[in-house]
T-cell receptor, first 113, second 112 residues
Framework: GDSVTQMEGPVTLSEEAFLTINCTYT??????LFWYVQYPGEGLQLLLK?????DKGSNKGFEATYRKETTSFHLEKGSVQVSDSAVYFC????????????FGSGTRLQVQP | EPEVTQTPSHQVTQMGQEVILRCVPI?????FYWYRQILGQKVEFLVS????????KSEIFDDQFSVERPDGSNFTLKIRSTKLEDSAMYFC??????????FGPGTRLLVL
């Protein structure tokens, strides 16, 4: 079945450090890929998405590139801030009409001042 | 900016009791979803709802669960007879014809 695998957390970084959170997927067909973020006490917010191979999604300094050859969608940010501390979820939707998101297990990021 | 809201934020119930979790999606959304996250585990899809009927459900969504949109604004998830393993965070989401789903803040359900 379809699945998303994320690196385990927590990831602890100092402010202004470079961030990478790895995400790989297994899917039949051609999925769209997403990163959602959950700040403490809040719901899931869409951070960025990419709908086809080689697309790059970006938002708030975060980027992720849809790599079909490695079935990956790694999240990166060049300089993290304390306010980026949250749980990050990688997810996919297939293009076959199914509308449900399949999520990874989430990666907690802690940024220290 | 419009938001998805959910009530209550927390609910504690006894095993075997019925619970109703409520969601108010963004008004122009057409597709609605419930997901849950058991503590420490993945966010899991439960059910999707479109045009006043269930369009898809997962194996988790058994006969103990039901959904309805009674008045065109609220979207509810009912668990008829709660079990200990129903303890989780329940998220409501909605969207238009497309892929982006907008999530509510969740209801934390604890079954004792």
């Amino acid at each position: 079945g379809d699945s998303v695998t994320q690196m385990e957390g927590p990831v602890t970084l100092s402010e202004e450090a470079f961030l990478t959170i790895n995400c790989t997927y297994t899917a039949t067909g051609y999925p769209s890929l997403f990163w959602y973020v959950q700040y403490p006490g809040e719901g899931l917010q869409l951070l960025l998405k990419a709908t086809k191979a080689d697309d790059k999604g970006s938002n708030k300094g975060f980027e992720a590139t849809y790599r079909k050859e490695t079935t990956s969608f790694h999240l990166e940010k060049g300089s993290v801030q304390v306010s980026d501390s949250a749980v990050y979820f990688c997810a996919l939707i297939l293009d076959t009409g199914r509308r449900a998101l399949t999520f990874g297990s989430g990666t907690r990021l802690q940024v220290q001042p | 900016e419009p938001e998805v809201t959910q009530t209550p934020s927390h609910q504690v119930t006894q095993m075997g009791q019925e619970v109703i979790l409520r969601c108010v999606p963004i008004s122009n959304h057409l597709y609605f979803y419930w997901y849950r996250q058991i503590l420490g585990q993945k966010v899991e899809f439960l059910v999707s709802f479109y045009n006043n009927e269930i369009s898809e459900k997962s194996e988790i969504f058994d006969d103990q669960f039901s959904v309805e949109r009674p008045d065109g604004s609220n979207f509810t998830l009912k668990i008829r007879s709660t079990k200990l393993e129903d303890s989780a965070m329940y998220f409501c989401a909605g969207g238009l014809l497309g892929e982006t789903q907008y999530f509510g803040p969740g209801t934390r359900l604890l079954v004792l």
